[in-house]
């Protein structure tokens, strides 16, 4: 229909120019094909009827038109006031010669379409099914006691907001199961007073003996009440330790990202003071702390030193009687930092044993020295013993400063031995110091 359209107006431009019959002539035989022209109200040799023609004349468009075995396109040509009709006829023929090639180009294009949004539409789903895979094994793994698994959010918005979604949720599960077993630890803690407080008058209770002598029936039981008073209050206090031990080895195995590991040795024994500060002046025991008021970092957790800190003190609570004073005191140097604890009981009489004594394989932590140990040796410090100044116990917790390179060095040199350099006998007891002076 292209080539008609080409004819015909090769044609009617000769007609519009004014061309005279000759000239007309000539051009509807350069254009070559079927072509007529009608001059203005004249219809003859037509391949359509007389009022097609006319309409055609009428109008200010080419017409199309079928007739047998083909089309016939009508082109108005308007001069002055007459119109001529340029009549074309394109066969059947014609009309479909090239229309197989086109359909095979349309049928390529439409095959390299469906193919590439086959390949399209893999990418994607490879994808999104991947990314739902890792978010089902991340689920899993977490729903079997995995916390620490996280997920690379990706695929389409929706599951990468499902990821991101995900990983918030793991954080936050870490956090709300952290903070429950660092609660369950603090109770623990607290809970050692008011057993250190029953185990004290326990032991003021008369003998429990029931093997030497003889006793009226209401003495033996009552001798044996007050030994199963005693056993229990053992069996609770060694109760609370594992729990207290047992508690921070499952915060530090779960917890996704580690705990730093940094804190401030001062604010440490100042709170726990505060926390012991209550028992000490319901046995009318004096104390001081020494050298708290600066900040000295250590590397060690808060919640380690604390309970290492808890143990020691509650061991002068436990094994001195009451009334009797102590002194927890802090120093730092040579990148060591010495937290001591002195007191004015009777003493331990070999302290090497006494170290020993926490390796008890009876479930106990014993004197709790194996706590302050470990704490000190997660530093590359250590843990001594040694006769107080004050006439008892002097428990150093040797620990590396945070802020200095550590370097061996005497622990007498470290603690400075501040209570030798003062006349113990002159020695004034505050109820409550937090610092020299």
């Known amino acids: 229909m292209s080539a008609a359209e080409q004819r015909s107006a090769l044609v009617a431009g000769a007609i519009a120019a004014g061309a005279n019959k000759k000239t007309v002539d000539a051009a509807v035989a350069g254009a070559g094909g079927a072509l007529v022209v009608h001059p203005p109200e004249t219809v003859s040799n037509t391949r359509v009827g007389a009022d097609d023609i006319l309409d055609a004349a009428k109008g200010t468009e080419a017409l199309i038109i079928e007739a047998d075995d083909g089309l016939v396109r009508l082109e108005p040509v308007r001069v002055g006031e007459k119109t001529s009709v340029v009549e074309a006829f394109v066969t059947d023929e014609e009309l479909g010669a090239g229309t197989a090639r086109d359909w ?29 895979r890792n978010l089902v094994h991340a689920a899993m793994a977490v729903g079997g006691g995995d916390l620490g698994v996280r997920i690379q959010p990706s695929g389409p918005r929706e599951l990468a907001e499902a990821g991101y979604a995900f990983n918030r949720m793991a954080d936050r599960l870490v956090t709300s199961r952290t903070s429950e077993r660092e ?13 250190t407080v029953l185990r004290l008058d326990a032991e003021a209770l008369d003998p429990d003996d029931t093997h030497i002598g003889e006793f009226s029936a209401a003495e033996l039981d009552r001798r044996r009440g007050i030994r199963r008073i005693r056993q229990a209050i053992v069996t609770l206090e060694g109760e609370v330790d594992q729990l207290i031990n047992t508690t921070r080895q499952a915060v530090a195995a779960q917890v996704a990202a580690p705990e730093e590991g940094l804190c401030d040795a ?32 250590v590397p060690v957790a808060r919640a380690e030193l604390a309970a290492a800190l808890d143990a020691v003190l509650g061991n002068v609570f436990r094994y001195t009687p009451q009334g009797t004073a102590f002194e927890v005191g802090i120093s730092r140097r040579d990148g060591w930092v010495a937290v001591r604890v002195d007191d004015a009981g009777p003493g331990i009489d070999d302290p090497e044993k006494a170290l020993r004594r926490g390796e008890s394989d009876q479930g ?16 590359g410090g250590s843990v001594s013993l040694d006769r107080a100044a004050m006439g008892g116990a002097s428990v150093v917790m040797l620990l590396a400063d945070a802020e200095a390179a550590p370097k061996q060095v005497n622990r007498f040199g470290l603690v400075g031995r501040l209570a030798r350099e003062r006349d113990p006998v002159k020695r004034k007891w505050p109820h409550q110091r937090t610092e020299d002076g």
């Open 266 to 297: 001062s604010e440490v024994v100042r709170d726990r003071m505060v926390f012991w500060s209550a028992l000490a002046g319901d046995q009318d025991r004096q104390y001081r702390v020494v050298g708290a008021h600066l900040r000295i970092p």
């Open 104 to 132: 095979w180009i349309l049928l390529g294009i439409m095959l390299g379409l469906v193919l590439g949004s086959v390949i399209v539409v893999d990418r994607l789903a490879r994808g999104a099914v991947a990314s739902v």
């Open 364 to 379: 106990s932590t014993g004197l709790g020295l194996d706590i302050a140990r470990r704490a000190a040796q997660a530093t």
């Open 183 to 195: 609660l369950v630890a603090d109770l623990s803690h607290r809970l050692r007073t008011p057993l």
